[in-house]
């Protein structure tokens, strides 16, 4: 079983920064790409930032300058750094993988992982 268990979450004020991580343990046989979002109260999940293997990682125009993501190595854990928060960046941030599951007694198997969420809360 592959789990993901984010980090870093809280309240604080407007213009202020924030760092989430998200840690990924279990049978894991790669981690293809790793991603967070988020979900403000009535709204939809978006996302917020990826990284994938190989390619340069991905922000919407709405964090863009804001937030950067990192991995380590292994790219078992993640980190979103948030700057210039605004109350609009309020809600919960979700980890999110596209990982290969290692199989008994061999192989691997596709699997998306999410983590169960951590608030954020941006004060004016």
């Known amino acids: 079983q592959v789990q993901l268990v984010e980090s870093g979450g809280g309240l604080v004020q407007a213009g202020g920064s924030l760092s989430l991580s998200c840690a990924a343990s279990?049978?894991?046989?790669?981690?293809?790409?790793m991603a967070w979002y988020r979900q403000a109260s009535g709204k939809q999940r978006e996302l917020v930032a990826r990284?994938?293997?190989?390619?340069?990682?991905y922000f919407p125009d709405s964090v863009k300058g804001r937030f950067t993501i990192s991995t380590d190595g292994a790219r078992k854990t993640m980190t979103l750094q948030m700057n210039g928060l605004n109350i609009e960046d309020t809600g919960v941030y979700y980890c999110?993988?596209?990982?290969?599951?290692?199989?008994?007694?061999?192989?691997?198997?596709?699997?998306?992982?999410w983590g169960p969420g951590t608030l954020v809360t941006v004060s004016s």
């Open positions: 990284i994938r293997s190989g390619s340069t990682p």
């Open positions: 999110n993988a596209q990982v290969k599951e290692s199989m008994y007694p061999s192989g691997y198997r596709d699997l998306e992982v």
């Open positions: 279990g049978s894991i046989f790669g981690i293809d790409a």
